[in-house]
């Protein structure tokens, strides 16, 4: 999977955070080392994605960083798809 599908995937909705992800904790120089490993083509390890049909709560991915987020949590009531 290359990095534009996974971006487009979040931005579609199509991967989504499970209620039981912990808050994001890396620190702006770790993010930034990361980018630009991406950007330089170098292996980053892996990414674990869980793909599930079941009526688990999720929330989206947030377009802004906020220091204190309020999380909206969904109901997957219809058992789509969520990853």
Known sequence: ????????QIKDDEIVLPAIQRD???????V?????SI???YPIG??????????IQFRTFVA?????????FHDNTKNRRSS
């Open 39 to 41: 950007m330089r083509g």
């Open 32 to 36: 930034l080392r990361l980018l630009d």
């Open 24 to 30: 994001f904790v890396w620190p702006e120089e770790g």
């Open 46 to 55: 892996i990414a674990l994605f869980w793909e599930t049909y079941n009526d």
């Open 1 to 8: 999977m290359s990095v534009i599908t996974l971006l487009n």
């Open 64 to 72: 802004d960083y906020k220091s204190d987020p309020v999380y909206s």
